[in-house]
Nanobody
Framework: QVQLVESGGGSVQAGGALRLSCTVS????????MGWFRQTPGNEREFVGAISYAGVNTYYADSVQGRFTISRDNAKKTLYLQMDSLKPEDTAVYYC???????????????????????WGQGTQVTVSS
């Protein structure tokens, strides 16, 4: 089993920055490609970005490309999401997720669905005010 715990959410003004962290325990963190999703009330959970299990490749949704950066520290078993130039439309609950299969990476990470991830954190709220 894999347990994920997000932290770092909060409130910030437009143009500001936040860094989310996702600490993973349980199985070998370095074996899992990881992703970030976000969700607003009444809407589907949407893909934000992903990183391959070795950290070599990263992928982003068009809406955050150039503003958000995903990274991972396999020694610390931690996934990060650096969010810069935040906009009010970035307001959401942010979730980290671990891939359903180990050592799985490739083109599917460009636009993964929820079913591609088998383990989820509880979410952390990010609020961006104008």
């Amino acid at each position: 089993q894999v347990q994920l715990v997000e932290s770092g959410g909060g409130s910030v003004q437009a143009g500001g920055a936040l860094r989310l962290s996702c600490t993973v325990s349980g199985r070998t963190f370095s074996a899992y490609s990881m992703g970030w999703f976000r969700q607003t009330p009444g809407n589907e959970r949407e893909f934000v970005g992903a990183i391959s299990y070795a950290g070599v490749n990263t992928y982003y949704a068009d809406s955050v490309q150039g503003r958000f950066t995903i990274s991972r520290d396999n020694a610390k078993k931690t996934l990060y999401l650096q969010m810069d130039s935040l906009k009010p439309e970035d307001t959401a609950v942010y979730y980290c997720a671990a891939a359903a299969k180990t050592f799985s990476a490739g083109s599917w990470l460009r636009s993964p669905g929820r079913n591609d991830f088998g383990f989820w954190g509880q979410g952390t709220q990010v609020t961006v005010s104008s």
